[in-house]
């Protein structure tokens, strides 16, 4: 049984195993000459077996890491080298070696050794040797390069197992040019909503554990509703979507030609005996040497099968030859091949919106039940908060996080009670929170939720709900109070204007689809390759405002908004997407891969 392995780089790492004495570094030295001149870079990680030193007794370099330096890097106008004094019982860890390897230099790893990974391998064998094969133990053998003398088994033999001469050089290179090309990164996700790990009774959490923690405790509203077409936008479906109908209903032309039945081969000429309309059809059965002229959509006459476009046909005197390759089927569409009758056209818990509207439309449907809107109920706090609007007092600040709340609400399809900016008083805040909780599903604030001193809010909470107030191991965004008053939601977000927005996007927003009947939600995530180096703290997840956009490449680069500074509003407006850092990392460097999650949805 393979060691668990999971390559840490954005470039595809290829490896190289064999039993002792099978030619693995021969091999080597031929090969990576030869990917070089087809322009592959290269860099190699061999496991040595044995003790070795790569420097020379007497060197600056060898005293100096024997006088106790622990790593001693070396550097001249052509090479540097980084030798480094790690001795350890077992064998040396490959992930760990693979992160020494500058992945924006090269574009791939080939790894000799280490064949007890599971790392995609190509065996080696020589049937001289007398020893078993490797692939018949380790499914991530993806190809076998073997001598004229090997002899496989074809009874065990995976089908999927590439066979590889393994004199032939040249044949090799190109099996590790098709993988480098055809290899994708896999996702390897900064955060996800099913950490269950317990939170410990320090309310520090990570941001998996607190979304996990939240959504545990959100169910959809119960309430359903049926609505006519037109009011669906942005709404939940309460049921299955069954299709009445199959969709297309009738076989039919995918393009203007001439419908007739396939032979082969095909005779030179076909006499035209109809046409057929959009809306219309051909009454008699299309008998073999016969032909209809048909449009789009128009549906295919009983006995015919395919069609050949009008531009590689020829019609004269209702005598029709054809150019060009045909193949049976082609240009038809089978009736119930987007959708049959009795198919699910729309599961529950989708959100409706144009194109789904469009497909409801499609089906002849009119009316579908939907979830009730959630309602959220939103205020500020705090008297140095002023209202837009209003002259701005002494040593006060103009409240945003009200509106940049409401605003994503809305987007999310919720109906939005505006409690206004709530003074710093006890009787205020009891009575505020406590008309809320009767009139709206959630309720949320933004400002007085620190896990330091207490404050009213804090205090208030604490009467009227069972309240959280928690340490998220985020930046920015770190305090958050989660609980409920009565059975109302209640979401205490922090202060700045970015935290309360990356808060709200990471918390909230799950919430509310959770509670608006998008059960299986998660935020989209999408690869991008860093166009510069991103720093973050071991043990927090850092959302960085960014851009991204479509590199020359064809890939998505991303780039931070510059100054990450939470009450800078300014980042939020530039950017288009978070960049994601996650808690096992301290630095992205420029050319590797990060994940991001655009916001335009709601921002």
Known sequence: MSNPFVNPLAIPVLGFCAYSGTGKTTLLKQLIPELNQRGLRLAVIKHAHHNFDVDIPGKDSYEMRKAGARQMLVASHVRWALMTEDARDGDPELVHLLKQIEADKVDIVLVEGFKKLALPKIELH????????????????????????????SDTLPSELRRLDLNNVSQIADFVMEYAKNWEAPPQYPISAVDTCAIGDNKNLSVSQGLAQ???????VAEIEEL?????????LAHDCISPIDVPQQTNSAMDGYAFVYQDPMPANLKRVGEVLAGHQYSNTLNVGETVRIMTGATVPAGADTVQPRELATEIDGIVSFDGRILAGQHVRLAGEDIAQGQVALAKATRLSA?????????????VSVYRRPTVAVFST????SQPGETLKANCIYDSNRFTIKAMAKRLGCEVIDLGIIEDSEIALEATLAKAATLADVVISSGGVSVGDADYIKTVLARLGNIDFWRINMRPGRPLAFGKVGDCLFFGLPGN??????????FVQPALRKLAGEVNWQAPLFPAISDEMLRSRHGRTEFIRGIYQLGKDGRLHVSSTGNQGS???SSMVKGNCLIIIGDDVEAVNAGETVFIQPFAELL
């Open 126 to 153: 020589r049937a001289a040797h007398g020893k078993p094969f490797i692939y018949t133990q380790d499914e991530n053998i993806l190809a076998i390069a073997r001598c004229d003398d090997t002899q496989l088994p």
């Open 214 to 220: 939240i959504l545990s405790h959100v169910s959809p």
């Open 228 to 236: 006519e077409l037109d009011t669906l936008d942005n709404r939940v």
């Open 355 to 367: 194109a789904e509207q469009g497909l409801l439309a499609s089906l002849g449907l009119n009316r």
């Open 382 to 385: 705090g008297d140095e908060v």
């Open 497 to 506: 204007p970015v935290a309360v927005m990356v808060s709200f996007l990471q």
């Open 567 to 569: 009450g800078m509003l």
